[in-house]
């Protein structure tokens, strides 16, 4: 699996856009970016997944550049209960082994 | 609803005493994974589950056991064996295939050693 690499922490006003970045320069052709946040004490949850098109839901948008080295997840009006941590995973659709999980972006959303 | 449901919440134990942790799911998910954290850092697996009564060791498997019975049911047993038990306990599951990738979490179990 690419590894990637993410800022340990990261502010943002409650109300503006979270542009959370990661770097996965060694990323191959059949892999995926995947993010998820861990909200204090409980499970983490799935927010995204892309290959090299853009990606939006409910949650948020990821935007994967056109070299796929880097992408940004991005919550276009973050609230407070968006205060967690932000994993950035890339793993090819059907691997086999289980998930890693490093140590994240710590998002604080400041009123 | 489908999800998956842990037990229990908050767990105290003395040393040297042996406790299991449940995980039950019923998404008919597949595979199933044990993770631990510790504060302040990431998610380390412990064990994991692809099929009924199959099970592999992850990367911090040293004191723990599992069982793989049912398809629903993945318990883990934290052995006195465990010479730092004390930490957040998460369980997953997951589709094969496409939506390996796609883990459903439990809301963990807190042990703490006294």
């Known amino acids: 699996d690419a590894k990637t690499t993410q800022p340990p922490s990261m502010d943002c006003a409650e109300g503006r856009a979270a542009n959370l970045p990661c770097n996965h320069s060694t990323i191959s052709g059949n892999e995926y970016v995947y993010w998820y946040r861990q909200i204090h004490s409980q499970g983490p949850q799935y927010i995204i997944h892309g290959l090299k098109n853009n990606e939006t839901n409910e949650m948020a948008s990821l935007i994967i550049t056109e070299d796929r080295k880097s992408s940004t997840l991005i919550l276009p009006h973050a609230t407070l209960r968006d205060t967690a941590v932000y994993y950035c995973?890339?793993?090819?659709?059907?691997?086999?082994?289980?998930?890693?999980f490093g140590k994240g972006t710590r998002l604080s959303v400041i009123a | 609803d489908g999800g998956i449901t842990q037990s229990p919440k908050y767990l105290f134990r003395k040393e040297g005493q042996n406790v299991t942790l449940s995980c039950e799911q019923n998404?008919?998910?597949?595979?199933m994974y044990w993770y631990r954290q510790d504060p302040g850092q990431g998610l380390r697996l412990i064990y994991y589950?692809?099929?009924?009564?199959?099970?592999q060791k992850g990367d911090i498997a040293e004191g723990y056991s599992v069982s793989r019975e049912k398809k629903e049911s993945f318990p883990l047993t934290v052995t006195s064996a465990q010479k730092n038990p004390t930490a957040f306990y998460l369980c997953?599951?997951?589709?094969?295939?496409?939506?390996?990738?796609?883990?459903?979490f439990g809301a963990g179990s807190r042990l703490t050693v006294l």
């Open positions: 997953a599951s997951t589709t094969g295939g496409s939506g390996a990738n796609v883990l459903t």
């Open positions: 995973i890339v793993r090819a659709n059907s691997g086999n082994t289980p998930l890693v």
């Open positions: 998404l008919n998910h597949d595979a």
């Open positions: 589950s692809q099929i009924v009564n199959d099970f």
